[in-house]
């Protein structure tokens, strides 16, 4: 089969033409003095997406890695853990902390929901004996937004370590692991930065780095461990082992694109692209699957299938007869996702996923107002000028 023509699924999703040539660079050596230079520039312009001056850990492995070695690394049987869930992402979270021992407290809200800050802080009081808070920024499956920004300060002011999943934000939207005191954020490239997918991009602080000395359960020697990338590369210039380079090559160049139309811009534009799109669905008769625009993430949008078909039946006919890939529900729902992540979140994109999706669910027989759908989004696009070309 052949590649899809649109790829505006919820990552990976499409890359620059500029990045696919850094990913086709010459392999080098990981020692060449041009690679460590290179590695280092690379953890500087995370840092600076970050806006963080907190350690950054380039771990070679998909954003899964990053999350996993983040639990191991702060968790010992019996830490007690707060797991704040608004999705599969924040579900799945909860059980590699079970797997590493935890005692593990939940707060649960529905997944087209995002938590209560007011939540957090009436927990953290019941329960003064919690050393750890974990949450997903950007639940992409269900395309939700948690409020980090509230929620971080307030698990710092009780004592406790934070691991953000940013994964699908990074880039795309705001995510300030200094100003909001989140101790380990992990994001991924395939995302909003419109990079390759195989490498976690962490913040670690220095709180975070306590913790974790102290934890004797850290793994160590691991291709799991935080400490080994802190201890041996960070501290002493020696990677682990050999990274994946033409992927460090990859993300390089998409930090570069993102930092030279800068970040602010970025955001705008993701924003303005979910705008449309949100505009677009409801102007179709569609439903979005986030109970309230307000909580709706700028990456993706979350689109309620109507009743009698299922997410898979869509996806599968949008991608088979127009050949435009968008995703199902992961699990989160009976929804399907148009992304706009990195360069799907700029010109027309959202006009194609929108129809797309609008055509397709009418192909299988559901009344949808396309026209006026794509009106709705075209009026937003149309008011603002950042949909422009890319550079
Ligand atoms: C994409 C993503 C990940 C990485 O998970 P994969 O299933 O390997 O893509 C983790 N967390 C969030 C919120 C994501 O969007």
């Not at 608004?86 to 939940?106: D, I, P, R």
């Not at 920024?137 to 269900?142: N, V, Y």
Request: aromatic letters at 6%; proline letters at 6%.
């Amino acid at each position: 089969m052949e590649g899809a023509d649109f790829t505006l699924s919820a990552g990976p999703t499409a890359v620059s033409a500029r990045t696919l040539g850094a990913l086709g660079s010459p392999i080098t050596h990981h020692y060449d003095p041009a690679f460590l230079e290179g590695f280092r520039r690379t953890e500087r312009k995370v840092a600076a997406i970050y806006r963080t001056e907190a350690d950054v850990l380039l771990m070679q492995g998909e954003a899964v890695l990053g999350l996993e070695a983040a639990a191991r690394a702060v968790v010992h049987p019996g830490t007690p853990c707060l797991n704040l869930v608004s999705g599969v992402f924040g579900k799945g979270f909860g059980y590699w902390l079970t797997a590493s021992g935890a005692t593990l407290h939940e707060i649960e809200v529905p997944y087209d929901d995002s938590v209560d800050p007011a939540d957090v802080e009436t927990m953290l009081r019941e329960h003064p004996e919690i050393e750890v808070v974990s949450v997903v920024h950007s639940e992409t499956p269900s395309g939700t937004l948690n409020p980090v920004a509230e929620i971080g300060p307030i698990a710092k002011a009780h004592g406790a370590v934070t691991i953000v999943d940013c994964v699908s934000s990074f880039g795309g939207i705001p995510i300030w692991p200094d100003e909001w005191q989140l101790d380990i954020c992990v994001a991924g490239p395939q995302k909003c930065l419109s990079g390759p997918p195989g490498m976690s991009l962490m913040s670690v602080s220095e709180d975070a780095w306590d913790v974790i000395r102290k934890n004797p359960a850290a793994p160590r020697d691991s291709f799991l461990s935080m400490l080994d990338w802190k201890e041996k590369w960070l501290e002493g210039g020696r990677f682990p082992f050999t990274p994946s380079v033409s992927d460090v090559h990859g993300v390089e160049t998409a930090c570069d694109e993102l930092l030279e139309e800068g970040l602010e811009a970025s955001f705008t534009r993701h924003e303005l692209a979910a705008r449309a799109c949100r505009a677009g669905v409801k102007a179709m008769g569609l439903e979005l699957w986030p109970r309230s625009e307000e909580i709706s993430a700028a990456c993706v949008t979350a689109v309620t299938v109507p009743d009698g078909l299922t997410d898979k039946q869509v996806r599968d006919h949008v991608r088979a007869r127009y050949g435009v890939m968008i995703s199902g529900g992961q699990g989160a729902g009976n929804l399907v996702r148009i992304g706009h992540m990195g360069v799907t979140a700029r010109s027309l994109y959202p006009l194609v996923g929108l129809a797309a999706l609008g055509r397709g669910l009418a192909d299988l027989g559901v009344p949808v107002s396309l026209g006026a759908g794509l009106e709705a989004a075209m009026e937003v696009l149309a008011e603002s000028a950042g949909a422009g070309p890319a550079s």
